[in-house]
Every structure is written in C-alpha cells, then in structure tokens.
C-alpha cells in the first residue's frame, strides 16, 4: 500500500458517527471519514461515508426495514465495519474478498436498501436488497489500473444478500451482485485515443461461521466475473480464518487467504507470454495477528503476513515496487474510540 520496503506512517483512519432516533420507527444515521491509505490515495480523504434515513416497522416474528441515501455495503461478514478497527477482525482483511484496490467499489452505495430480520423459531432469518450507484472515488482509476488517464462512473449496483443461523452458534451468508461501470479516457493498454466503454460485474459469495466463547471459525469464498472490451475474465478466492480469545482483552488470529486473478489462468502462463512473471496470477497470504483490547476505547494491534504472488495487490504498486514472488508484510495499528 506505500510502494516502500522501509517503515511507514501514511495508514491512518478516523470516524465520528452519529444516530438520531426521533420517532421510534424512523432515525436518522450517518457517518464521517478521514482516511490516508499509502499510494492508494493521493492526498488525505475526507467525506461521508454513510448519510441516510431508515424507516423500521416491527413484524409479529421480526422487523423490516428500509433505508434511503448513502448505506454500507453488506455483502459479506466483514463488509459493513471494515473501516472500523473495532469491528474487523485484522488490519488488513482478506485480499480474496476485500480487495482494498477495489474498496470504492465495494464499500458503499447511494440509493435504496430493503432489509428483513425474521425470527423463525431458533433460527433466525436474514435478507436484503440494495440498489444504487457506488461512491467511486477520484484515485479509483490509478487503483484499478495504475494510472489516471480514465474517468470511471458507476451506472448500477444490485446486491442480495441472505443470512441465516441454523443452529446455536452457526451463521451462514450468501449474496450476489451486479453492477455496471462507464469509463472514458485513454486506456493503459492500447493505442492513446480517447475511447468509452463500459465494464459489467457479477460476483457470487458465500460464508459460513461458526463461535463459541473462546473459538471463531470463518471461512468465505468468492467468484468475480468481470465482463468488458477485453473479454469476459472470473477471479476466485477464499480464505479460512481461526480466531481464539487467550483472555478477555487479548485475542489471536491465524488466516490463509488465496486468489487467483483468472481461474482459467491459475499458473499464470498468459502472464510469462507477456513477459511477465506467472506469479502475478496468485496471491496467497499466510495471516498471523494479535489484538489487545485493555478496555472500551484503547486497542492495539500486530499482525504479520507471509505472501506469494501479487494479484490481489494494485497495480499502482505491484507494477513498480513488487519485484519478488515471495514478501512480507508488518502492520502495527493503535486504536481509540469513545462514545457519547
């Protein structure tokens, strides 16, 4: 994320978020971020990050709910609070399903967003349905691709998502999405001539978690078909993550995450007919962290990853500092929040 081998201070993450319940089925909720991430921004950003009106009508076995303006995303079982260091279970989440490269794309919408929670006996039932634009921000063209010679605008975003707990301790999930984006600009590959495409997306995921009171066990996998000038292309990945309380305030985790950039692809042969290296087809990231939580508003955390191949790695990054198949990366985050 900072295209350097050496120490850097350039990860940093702010939110103040405020709730206004003044009818007890409506309430008004938003949140604002400041965020520095590396190479990945140009410059420090500063914006909102969720703004929106939620209406709540309570059923006789659950709720549904509906909410208009900017939402969080909810595809998968970290995507709502992974920019809360409180709420994710590491500093870096698995590139296999959170890409940060792609983080615009995946992290919020404007638009409308149906919700239902249904008590169905001991096993409670979960649904939404999300339409609208996705908040693609001013570097998402030097993230996808390296460079900022395009200009890419959200046309849709459809995302479904189910969740459901079978039994004591169990959550299973699975969602689906689609959406469209409109580029225009010269493209980095190709003749320089100002060209207008468009680029369809269509991703399917799926989760399953299981908790008790010192283990957590997650496991998620993912399919992603993107559709444009160049062709059709799906990526897959996954990862499986155990998680143990040592205490109360201290907690390890242990993860392996793999991603192949093209599934049709995975030893990275088209990559050597480039003159390439085959490993930029791969990613794969041995995880180790821990967090220390010492009460309700101070957390430190360490975390070490172990890494083969760089596809899940931007290209604004991979293309100039990335020279190895094998690397290391070390992040070291302290945390406060406070409430009021």
């Given amino acids: ?38 190479n990945l921004t140009e410059d420090e950003t500063l914006g909102i990050d969720y703004l929106n009106l939620e209406y709540r009508a309570p059923l006789a076995n659950g709720t549904v709910s509906a909410e208009l303006g900017r939402f969080k995303s909810d595809g998968g079982f970290y995507s709502s609070g992974r920019d809360s260091a409180f709420s994710r279970p590491t500093i870096l989440l698995p590139q296999s399903i959170y890409p940060e490269g792609l983080r615009d794309a995946s ?18 039932l979960s649904w939404s349905l999300s ?11 030097r993230q996808l691709y390296g460079t900022d010679t395009q200009d890419i605008d959200s046309d849709y975003t459809f995302i479904a998502r189910l969740g459901w707990v079978p039994a004591e301790s169990w959550e299973l999930s699975a969602s689906y999405q689609r959406s469209r984006t409109d580029t225009t600009g010269i493209a980095p590959f190709g003749p320089p001539v100002v060209t207008t495409s468009s680029s369809k997306v269509t991703a399917w995921l799926a989760g399953a978690r299981y908790m008790n009171a010192r283990w957590e066990w997650v496991a ?26 040592i205490r109360d305030s201290l907690s390890a985790k242990l993860r392996y995450d793999i991603y192949y950039s093209d599934k049709e692809d995975r030893d990275g042969d088209r990559f050597v007919e480039r003159g390439r290296e085959p490993w930029r087809a791969w990613g794969k990231d041995l995880t180790a962290a821990l967090s220390w939580q010492w009460n309700s508003q101070w957390q430190v955390s360490v975390e070490w990853h172990l890494v083969e191949g760089t596809a899940w790695v931007t290209p604004l990054i991979s293309s100039s500092s990335l020279g190895e198949e094998h690397w290391q990366l070390w992040m070291l985050q302290l945390a406060y929040q406070w409430r009021w």
């Fill in 131 to 141: 339409y609208g634009e996705s908040d693609l921000g001013d570097d998402f063209s």
């Fill in 220 to 245: 998620e996998a993912q399919r992603y078909t993107t559709d444009n000038a160049r062709g059709e292309q799906t990526a897959i990945g996954g990862y499986l993550q155990g998680g143990y309380l």
């Fill in 1 to 38: 994320m900072t295209g350097s081998d050496s120490t850097s201070y350039q990860l940093q993450e702010a939110l103040a978020n405020a709730s206004w319940r003044f009818h007890p089925q409506w309430r008004l909720q938003g949140q604002a971020i400041y965020r520095r991430m590396g």
């Fill in 107 to 124: 992290l919020r919408l404007d638009g409308l967003r149906l919700k239902g929670n249904h008590g169905l006996g001991e096993q409670p």
